[in-house]
């Protein structure tokens, strides 16, 4: 399994674009990158997936340079409800029927007023 | 979505006591996972509860310690027996549904041992 590095944490103000890098450098061909959000006392909700360039849907963009060590989580104009913890995730499609999810430490982002 | 429900939501309990936490969906699902999140911690995936059949363990977790039900494709049961104080964590039910696959998480259920 790809291990991943992310900041521990990280502060932001309401209405700034905050973005969380991800290392994973032993990143397997087949895997594919995603992110997750934990808020307190809720289980993890899938944010976004991607497996190279750049992908962006209603709540992120993610980026992927070509070599796929490393992936941007960016969030555009945060707000004080994206105040989470955000978890980055190496490994098989979320729409594979197989393997399952192995969280790494996550980033706690706080954001301020 | 899926929507998962867990009870009970939260428990507190002396140590050498079990306690079964029941996980429902609400709508039949292949695969069912419980995960655990020891306090300030991230996830750490116990089993995989396969219908029909015995739980597929991770490496560090037993089947005499984290007994595991999974009678039908909407509900299954997770048992910490002999709890410990280390035992205190959020324990969440997962799901993999839908024609996408998407995994979703239940509310957990936080676990106090005393």
């Known amino acids: 399994l790809a291990k991943t590095t992310q900041p521990i944490s990280m502060d932001s103000y309401e209405g700034q674009e905050v973005n969380i890098t991800c290392s994973h450098n032993?990143?397997?061909?087949?895997?594919?990158i995603t992110w997750y959000q934990q808020f307190p006392s809720q289980g993890p909700r899938f944010i976004i997936q991607?497996?190279?360039t750049k992908v962006t849907n209603e709540v992120a963009s993610l980026f992927i340079p070509a070599d796929r060590k490393s992936s941007t989580l960016s969030l555009p104009r945060v707000s004080l409800s994206d105040t989470a913890v955000y978890y980055c995730l190496v490994g098989v499609s979320r729409g594979s029927t197989l393997g399952r999810l192995y969280f790494g430490r996550g980033t706690q982002l706080t954001v301020w007023p | 979505s899926a929507v998962i429900s867990q009870k009970p939501s939260r428990d507190i309990c002396q140590r050498g006591t079990s306690l079964t936490i029941q996980c429902q969906v609400d709508?039949?699902?292949?695969?069912m996972f419980w995960y655990r999140q020891q306090p300030g911690q991230s996830l750490t995936l116990i089993a995989t509860a396969n219908q029909g059949s015995e739980a597929t363990y991770e490496s560090g977790f037993v089947i005499d310690k984290f007994p595991i039900s999974r009678p039908n494709l909407t509900f299954s049961t997770l048992t910490v027996s002999n709890m410990s104080p280390e035992d205190s964590s959020i324990y969440l039910c997962?799901?993999?549904?839908?024609?996408?696959?998407?995994?979703?998480f239940g509310p957990g259920t936080r676990l106090t041992v005393l």
């Open positions: 997962s799901v993999k549904q839908g024609a996408n696959n998407e995994q979703f």
């Open positions: 032993n990143i397997a061909t087949n895997d594919y």
């Open positions: 709508s039949q699902v292949t695969m």
């Open positions: 991607g497996y190279k």
